[in-house]
């Protein structure tokens, strides 16, 4: 079984989550209900759910430039 310590390394990194990914799976859901919410007639909810929308994005491209993830 064992391997080198790289490949165990390896093997154990597939299941760390990449939080960048993680953040882009939560703008995209974001924006899905906002346009929903814009749909629906909700324009203050889509307002308010944008803004979830553009903070997360402000974090995604904060750990881009800082070169987390």
């Given at each position: 079984?064992?391997?080198?310590?790289?490949?165990?390394?390896?093997?154990?990194?597939?299941?760390?989550?990449?939080?960048?990914?993680?953040?882009?799976?939560?703008?995209?859901?974001?924006?899905?209900?906002?346009?929903a919410l814009q749909r629906g007639g909700?324009?203050?909810?889509?307002a308010a759910k944008s803004a979830e929308?553009?903070?997360?994005?402000?974090?995604?491209?904060?750990?881009?430039?800082?070169?987390?993830?």
């Amino acid at each position: 079984m064992g391997g080198s310590p790289l490949e165990r390394k390896h093997m154990f990194g597939l299941f760390k989550k990449d939080p960048i990914k993680q953040l882009e799976k939560e703008y995209s859901r974001l924006l899905e209900e906002a346009m929903a919410l814009q749909r629906g007639g909700d324009i203050k909810g889509y307002a308010a759910k944008s803004a979830e929308a553009e903070a997360v994005m402000d974090r995604i491209l904060e750990m881009r430039k800082d070169g987390k993830g």
